[in-house]
C-alpha cells in the first residue's frame, strides 16, 4: 500500500486503536454527535495490482476528530504490501485507514492504496464503508457504503 499523501500515525497504532475503541460498524451505538461521513474516489485494477484513491468527507452537522474507512475485496492480499501511513491490513481480503480529522463540512486526507493480489483476477468487487466513527450517528449511510466492480483493465471506476 503506498499513500498519496502520508498519515500522522503508523498503522500498528490505528490497529491498536481501533482494538482499544471498541471498533465495529459505524454508527451502531446511536450515541453522540452526529455526522454524515461519505467517500468520493476510483478503483483501477491492472495485472494484479488494485489501486484505491478516495477523499473522506462529512457533511456534518458535527464535525470528527477521525474516523476508520474499511476498503474489503473479493479477492485475497498478497502475503506481502508495503503499508501507507494511517493504515494497517485487517484479514486476507481487508485494510482499514483512518481519516484524520473531519470537520463539519470539510474533509480528511486522501486516501491512497496500492494493492498486490495473491492472483491476477479478472475482476475484483471493493467494499467501502465507515467502519469507526467515534460513536457519531449518522443518518445517512447510503453515501458512506459502496461496492465498485472493477475490471482488470486498468481503467478507472468513481463513487
Not at 2 to 21: K, M, N, P
Not at 125 to 152: C, F, H, K, P, S
Amino acid at each position: 500500500m503506498v499513500a498519496v499523501r502520508r498519515g500522522a500515525v503508523r498503522s500498528v497504532v490505528v490497529a491498536g486503536s481501533l482494538v482499544l475503541a471498541g471498533a465495529g460498524p459505524a454508527g451502531a451505538s446511536g450515541a453522540g454527535p452526529e455526522a454524515d461521513v461519505a467517500y468520493h474516489g476510483r478503483v483501477s485494477l491492472a495485472r494484479g495490482q488494485l489501486r484505491v484513491w478516495m477523499v473522506p468527507q462529512n457533511e456534518g452537522p458535527s464535525g470528527l476528530a477521525n474516523a476508520t474507512v474499511r476498503v474489503r475485496l473479493s479477492a485475497d492480499l498478497a502475503d506481502v504490501q508495503e503499508s501507507a501511513g494511517g493504515c494497517a491490513r485487517a484479514g486476507e481480503r481487508e485494510v482499514v485507514c483512518e481519516t484524520g480529522p473531519l470537520p463539519e463540512h470539510g474533509r480528511g486526507r486522501h486516501i491512497g492504496l496500492v494493492l498486490g493480489l495473491r492472483e491476477r483476477p479478472s475482476e475484483v468487487a471493493v467494499r467501502i464503508d465507515t467502519w469507526w466513527n467515534g460513536g457519531a450517528t449518522d443518518r445517512n449511510r447510503g453515501n458512506n457504503e459502496y461496492v465498485v466492480l472493477a475490471l482488470d483493465t486498468g481503467d478507472a471506476y468513481a463513487f
